[in-house]
Structures are given as structure tokens and as C-alpha cells.
């Protein structure tokens, strides 16, 4: 026997977004980032970068193809201004070019060492070969 209980969905107000100002960036604070110190909110199901929402709040849908691209190199800056929009390989170009590609794409190591065991097995074996004293 299953109860059924009903939970009313409970709307919870969205934090309202904090910004303080480093330098001439922007950081949230009040919004924890992710892994790679960019801020994202849930919408709908679905992950958004803030600084894009920011973004497309004022200058419209980024089109299709096209990302957001920091001219101050820091992921975490949400100053508009700071902001353009460029093609995937203009960042990983723009990236190279200042350097900010790290040594994560290094090649594979491959094995290190064969496990060999050293011992060449010797075992003759000796057969006896049974002679026959022939009688004769
Ligand atoms: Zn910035």
C-alpha cells in the first residue's frame, strides 16, 4: 500500500544576481560557479552561461554558430562591455594567441614498461632413452 501524499510544488524565488566589481570586471558573487569558473543559472531544465543571458538581454540572440568571447580573459567577468561576439575558432585562435592553452592536450605517454619476467625458462627435459641390450 502506497500513500500518495501531495507535495504542492514549491516555486522557489530565484536569488537575485550579485556583481562586484574587480578591477575592471565583474564578478558574481552571489552564484556559485562551475568547474571552469563560469557562472550558469537554470532555466527551464537547461544550462545558461549568466554572462550570456546578460548579454542577449541587451544586444539580442547570439546567432547561431557564434560565442560570447571575454576581451579580459577572465570566464568569470560579466562586464558587457568586456564581452563580444566571435566564432569558436576565433577563441581557440584568440586563446592560442595569448597563450592560455595549456599543456592538457600533451600526448599520450603510451605503456611504460612491458612486465617481462626475466627467467627464460631452461627446462630441458632429458630423455632417457632406454637402451636396449640386445642379446645377440
Ligand atoms: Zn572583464
Not at 53 to 78: R, T
Request: hydrophobic share 30%; proline share 7%; aromatic share 6%.
Amino acid at each position: 500500500m502506497t500513500k500518495r501524499v501531495n507535495r504542492p510544488h514549491i516555486k522557489r524565488q530565484p536569488n537575485p544576481f550579485v556583481f562586484v566589481k574587480e578591477g575592471d570586471c565583474l564578478r558574481c558573487t552571489s552564484h556559485r560557479p562551475n568547474s571552469k569558473g563560469r557562472v550558469q543559472v537554470n532555466r527551464k531544465g537547461k544550462l545558461f552561461l549568466v554572462y550570456r543571458l546578460l548579454w542577449e538581454e541587451q544586444n539580442g540572440p547570439i546567432p547561431a554558430g557564434k560565442v560570447l568571447m571575454h576581451s579580459c580573459d577572465n570566464v568569470w567577468c560579466h562586464e558587457l562591455s568586456h564581452l563580444s561576439v566571435g566564432t569558436q575558432l576565433d577563441n581557440v585562435r584568440d586563446s592560442i594567441a595569448k597563450g592560455r592553452q595549456g599543456p592538457s592536450h600533451q600526448g599520450n605517454p603510451g605503456p611504460k614498461h612491458w612486465n617481462w619476467k626475466g627467467g627464460i625458462s631452461q627446462g630441458y627435459q632429458i630423455k632417457m632413452r632406454k637402451l636396449r641390450v640386445s642379446q645377440g
